[in-house]
């Protein structure tokens, strides 16, 4: 069945970049997202790539996208603290296109 | 851009009290809301599609009895935990798009913490 796999954690300084990975198994996929969780809030998006892009750069987040690889980053520039938070993958789940699966999330941690 | 609104957004109540859980799309039309479960540390799970007008659908192992899910109007579906137990303490999602049948992102309302004691 479809599957979504994150990295669980990842801590860096702030003024690093960060890089999230994600690996994804439907190759169907048209869209594929990332969302950012704040503690105890609901999920805000950050970003999508169209399955027909390699990357998309959008102020300080880049997304890649291996096709061939079914592998999805998120590369945050400058982190701050206030990017401290749960970060989510997700792909559609299915083939009307209605509902979105999501990986496990990765927590990034930034410290000062 | 697209907002929804979930109401209310913490919930503690008494075991056997049914709950209910709001989404509200505020400056656009949604037919189709899509409600999620997240366990501490855990990913979201689809629990059900809504469809304005319809019966809902649920995933796999979702019990329609236990969470009754009612879409009367373009704007607004519901949520209801009937006879909630410890159990059913989770967090829950619930998302909307405001361009259906289309791959354009969901938008997520900030969740309820249901916590039944």
């Known amino acids: 069945g479809e599957d979504v796999e994150q990295s669980l954690f990842l801590s860096v300084r702030e003024g690093d970049s960060s890089v999230i990975n994600c690996t994804y198994t439907d190759s169907s996929s048209t869209y594929l997202y990332w969302y950012k969780q704040e503690p105890g809030a609901g999920l805000q998006l950050l970003t999508y790539i169209f399955s027909n892009m390699d990357m998309k750069q959008d102020q300080r987040l880049t997304v890649l996208l291996n096709k061939k690889d079914k592998h999805l980053s998120l590369r945050i520039a400058d982190t701050q603290t206030g990017d401290s938070a749960i970060y989510f993958c997700?792909?559609?789940?299915?083939?009307?296109?209605?509902?979105?699966?999501f990986g496990k999330g990765t927590t990034l941690s930034v410290s000062s | 851009g697209a907002v929804v609104s979930q109401h209310p957004s913490w919930v503690i109540c008494k075991s056997g009290t049914s709950v209910k859980i709001e989404c509200r799309s505020l400056d656009f039309q949604a037919t189709t809301m899509f409600w999620y479960r997240q366990f501490p540390k855990q990913s979201l799970m689809l629990m059900a599609t809504?469809?304005?007008?319809?019966?809902?659908?649920?995933e796999q192992g979702v019990e329609k009895d236990k969470f009754l899910i009612n879409h009367a109007s373009l704007t607004l579906s519901t949520l209801t935990v009937t006879s909630a137990h410890p159990e059913d303490s989770s967090f829950y999602i619930c998302?909307?798009?405001?361009?259906?049948?289309?791959?354009?992102?969901?938008?997520f309302g900030d969740g309820t913490r249901l916590s039944i004691l």
């Open positions: 998302s909307a798009r405001d361009h259906p049948g289309t791959n354009q992102p969901q938008h």
């Open positions: 809504s469809n304005e007008g319809s019966k809902a659908t649920y």
């Open positions: 997700a792909e559609i789940q299915n083939q009307a296109g209605t509902a979105l699966i």
